[in-house]
């Protein structure tokens, strides 16, 4: 098993030109002092801009979604080959706000997979349970059925990375325990290895998101499937978003 942690910083529609690049030139200054890998997915309108300031570092850019085509007539849509055009190696897929605001399905999200996956893209599948569904412990079987509609069949762990993000844990200051959280990601390794084998389970990398803190990464990024974390606001806080990085190895 080797599976260098990674800790992604979600943007979401936030940042202008000016603030974004000089989040962007500060992660990148920081990144080096950092042991992990790093990976930023501003907005699309900021994705050429954030390139060039981290450009040279040791920070990945990427995206927060793409359409399955390839190209046409799709207005406002972005396809994968056109976020490669900008510079990316990641796309994140099917994160619970497109699910909610979009009505992204499980097979929506599988065919943006797919087409990640055709552009050369390491797609970041996100997945996770409401609170009503947790609370009727439904939440591992919701998990289970949205990798397994998710999650293309001939994904491999080197293009693939899975995020498990309990909705109710998103920019709501509030996490799952740590036992909750190990046992969430030991399910969803042994999820994926009924599905895609052995080897794709021990390699492909697993993170937690969901209220991601400087305060609380140690404990969350210390268990044993947890490699890493998909950060929404505490990404768009340079210092933040590294300390957090500080806590991975
Ligand atoms: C997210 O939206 O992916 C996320 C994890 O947000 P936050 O860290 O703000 O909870």
Redesign the pocket.
């Known amino acids: 098993m080797s599976r260098t942690m990674l800790i992604a910083g979600?943007w979401?529609m936030n940042g202008l030109a000016v603030d974004g690049v000089a989040l962007a030139e500060a992660v990148a200054a920081g990144s080096s002092a950092t042991l992990c890998d790093l990976l930023v997915c501003p907005p699309a309108t900021l994705i050429s801009a954030v390139g060039n300031a981290m450009s040279g570092s040791r920070v990945a850019l990427g995206a927060q979604d793409c359409h399955p085509e390839e190209s046409g007539a799709h207005t406002g849509d972005i396809s994968a080959e056109m976020l490669v055009d900008l510079g990316c190696d990641f796309v994140i897929v099917g994160?619970?706000?497109r699910r909610a605001d979009h009505g992204e399905s499980d097979e929506a999200v599988y065919a943006k997979a797919q087409a990640a996956h055709r552009a050369g893209l390491i797609a970041v599948i996100?997945v996770g349970e409401t609170e009503a569904e947790r609370d009727g412990g439904q939440a591992e079987a919701v998990v289970a059925c949205q990798i397994g509609g998710s999650l293309p069949e001939n994904a491999k762990a080197a293009n693939t990375v899975i995020?498990y993000?309990p909705v109710w844990?998103?920019?709501?200051g509030r996490t799952p325990t740590v036992e909750d959280v190990q046992a969430m990601h030991a399910h969803m390794r042994a999820t994926v290895s009924a599905s895609h084998g052995t080897y794709f389970a021990d390699q492909v990398r697993l993170l937690y998101?969901?209220?991601?803190k400087p305060g609380n990464a140690s404990e969350l990024m210390g268990l044993t499937d947890v490699d890493g974390?998909?950060?929404?606001?505490?990404?768009l806080v340079a210092g933040d978003f590294l300390a957090i990085a500080g806590h991975c190895s």
Request: hydrophobic share 35%.
């Open positions: 979600n979401k994160h619970s706000e996100c995020a993000e844990a998103i920019g709501s998101g969901g209220s991601v974390a998909l950060v929404g606001g505490a990404s």
